[in-house]
């Protein structure tokens, strides 16, 4: 591979410890991946630092890192921990604050933004073209397949990596060449966009190249749903959409062609409950001010929840801190909102019976982690149910 003195002298050892390991870290994954050089990226965003997920081991690396002089060179945010951190949940399990404390300190004195949210973008959208090394694979599959930008889907300490150094290695799709969608996608039966979710797990488990989906007009948010599923259930980082992905940043080439109609989501969606405890969930990914505002004014028109079912929302610190009173009121009603964190990366205080929720991604996690019956549906439909 080649380097540039600079570069050299990072893996050398001239800019301290944390830096040569960092790019320790990058030049051998890109020489795994046959990578030829090194590209200078802008937004480092960093998954992997929940402290249920790394426990003492990725402590300990984050906080040498921190010792040994890693600094952030480029913008960098910071997905998700296992704290709440509006304080107000009742869900999400507490147990593990002071660890992911000292997690999050470390991070936020290397000069890391605390975001704590798995929607980067939310505080800076890219733009066409530009380099990014992003872990969180719904963001990276949103990145490259709704704003036309580069990044590869990344582990935690390669991202880490990227953050201190500025850089990251040339290979998959920040390379024009394998940016080639060459399965087509068809959504011949309109219904199945009510349900984007369901349609990303689809995609996920039955389509392995990259994919142009045809038919499949979603808003931002249903997209980011769709993405964020069929990165759970598959390995997509890239999925062309017609009419969204922007032209000039991917390829058409020998396209296979494939029809999905309602009766192919079916065995995903699983069975609308009947009985017994319902969590209602939405916030995976997090939820954005617009979506937030849509829920709020939902159950500001029901009122307070009844019975036994609860209504879990997950949303990014900053919308939190920007809508604390409505987040307030909310919990007046009895809706659990949880900022900074969500159940996937965190634990429950407590157990349901069934999981409903509009995120593909939470099905395919959640239903396994927390052995729950699960019904994939649209975001109205989740507020039905949990009011019913």
Not at 25 to 50: P, Y
Not at 156 to 178: D, F, K, Q, R
Request: hydrophobic share 40%.
């Amino acid at each position: 591979m080649f380097l540039t003195r600079e570069q050299e002298r990072m893996l050398n050892g001239d800019y301290g410890w944390a830096v040569a390991k960092a790019m320790a870290i990058i030049v051998k994954t890109g020489e795994v991946l046959g990578a030829s050089r090194l590209v200078e990226i802008s937004h480092a965003h960093v998954s992997g630092v929940s402290y249920t997920n790394i426990l003492d081991p990725g402590l300990d690396f984050v906080r040498r890192m921190l010792l040994s002089g890693g600094r952030a060179r480029v913008y960098t945010t910071i997905n998700p921990g296992c704290v709440d951190y509006s304080g107000l949940s009742s869900l999400i399990d507490g147990s593990f604050n002071e660890k992911q404390a000292v997690i999050d300190e470390s991070l936020t004195r290397m000069g890391f933004k605390p975001v704590f949210t798995c929607i980067p973008y939310y505080h800076r959208p890219p733009s066409q073209g530009e380099f990014l090394a992003w872990g969180e694979s719904s963001a990276v599959a949103v990145a490259n397949s709704y704003y036309g930008a580069s990044s590869n889907r990344e582990g935690g300490p390669l991202a880490l990596a990227a953050a201190v150094t500025g850089y990251t290695y040339y290979a998959g799709l920040h390379i024009p060449e394998n940016r080639v969608a060459r399965v087509l996608v068809r959504v011949v039966d309109p219904s199945v966009s009510r349900n984007p979710g369901a349609l990303g797990l689809w995609v996920g488990e039955n389509i392995r190249e990259i994919p142009l989906v045809e038919g499949f007009n979603p808003t931002l948010w249903d997209l980011k749903i769709m993405l964020a599923a069929s990165a759970a259930s598959g390995s997509h980082a890239l999925i062309v959409v017609e009419k969204i992905t922007p032209r000039g940043f991917y390829k058409v080439d020998s396209l296979e062609k494939v029809e999905v109609e309602w009766r192919d989501l079916e065995k995903y969606i699983g069975l609308e409950p009947s009985g017994g405890s319902i969590l209602g969930y939405l916030g995976c990914p997090h939820l954005h001010p617009w979506e937030f505002h849509i829920v709020y004014e939902y159950v500001k028109r029901r009122g307070r929840l009844p019975g036994r079912n609860r209504l879990l929302l997950t949303i990014p610190l900053e919308v939190y801190e920007r809508y604390r009173d409505k987040v307030l009121y909310l919990r007046g009603l009895g809706v659990d909102v949880a900022a900074g964190t969500c159940p996937v990366v965190s634990r429950l205080t407590k157990r349901f019976d069934h999981l409903v929720t509009n995120s593909g991604k939470a099905v395919f996690y959640l239903s396994k982690q927390l052995k729950m019956n699960y019904y994939l549906t649209e975001t109205r439909r989740v507020l039905e149910i949990v009011y019913a």
